[in-house]
């Protein structure tokens, strides 16, 4: 199996700007994870889905951010529009089932000039 | 909200020694994990403990878990530069939610 994969790997963008970033999770996890990483706040969870369904969005900051899984393999997360404190890497995670081991992409960088 | 509180922040060996982290939580919990993150890479699982186990072993990785005193640790023996990595601790406590302390961070000199 490939790992989940995300992309884009980095992405620089001017405030303002609409972000998309993507996730395919590892076929047959039913649980997918959202998360944001920076110096200050550490690993923080923005958003679970089961099985599709978005379970708990209580993390995402403001209105701004949305995130979407219209089916078990595609994953999105979107920042519109973008401010210079969404800069980090955020990445997406897959799980066989509760309290398993996440299996984490490699995560994409934002930078929000 | 962190959940697991890893210490030391910063830890720096020669290679060959053992390193250990700690990590320390407040609720009960069902199931510690502890994963690695190399720089610029994703977070990486490198073994989980139930909270009815007391210790366990992969490689040259031992994990020990105290739920009396809520704490674990990390024992990492006969250090290679390659172990040079962020370590984090994770606690479940039934719900879907992992979640992930700060971090400590191994810097292995060779």
């Known amino acids: 199996d490939a790992g989940v994969i995300q992309s884009p790997r980095h992405e620089v963008t001017e405030m303002g700007q609409e972000v998309t970033l993507r996730c395919k999770p590892i076929?047959?996890?039913?649980?997918l994870f959202w998360y944001r990483q920076t110096m200050m706040r550490g690993l923080e969870l923005l958003i679970y889905?089961?099985?599709?369904?978005?379970?708990?969005d209580s993390g995402m900051p403001e209105d701004r951010f949305s995130a979407k899984m219209p089916n078990a393999s595609f994953s999105t997360l979107k920042i519109q529009p973008s401010e210079p404190r969404d800069s980090a890497v955020y990445f997406c995670?897959?799980?066989?089932?509760?309290?398993?081991?996440?299996?984490f992409g490699e995560g994409s960088r934002l930078t929000v000039l | 909200s962190q959940q697991g509180e890893e210490d030391p922040q910063a830890l720096s060996i020669q290679e060959g020694e053992n390193a250990t982290m700690n990590c320390s939580y407040k609720t009960s919990i069902n199931n510690l994990q502890w994963y690695r993150q190399n720089s610029g890479r994703g977070l990486v699982h490198l073994i989980l403990?139930?909270?009815?186990?007391r210790e366990k072993h992969s490689g040259r990785l031992r994990v020990t878990l105290d739920t009396s005193k809520k704490s674990s640790s990390l024992l990492i023996t006969a250090s290679r530069a390659a172990d040079t990595a962020s370590y984090f601790c994770?606690?479940?406590?039934?719900?879907?939610?992992?979640?992930f302390g700060k971090g400590t961070k191994l810097s292995v000199i060779p």
């Open positions: 076929s047959g996890h039913n649980s």
């Open positions: 889905f089961n099985n599709n369904v978005p379970i708990d």
């Open positions: 995670a897959s799980s066989p089932g509760q309290g398993k081991e996440l299996f």
């Open positions: 994770a606690t479940w406590a039934g719900s879907y939610q992992l979640t």
């Open positions: 403990i139930r909270s009815n186990e």
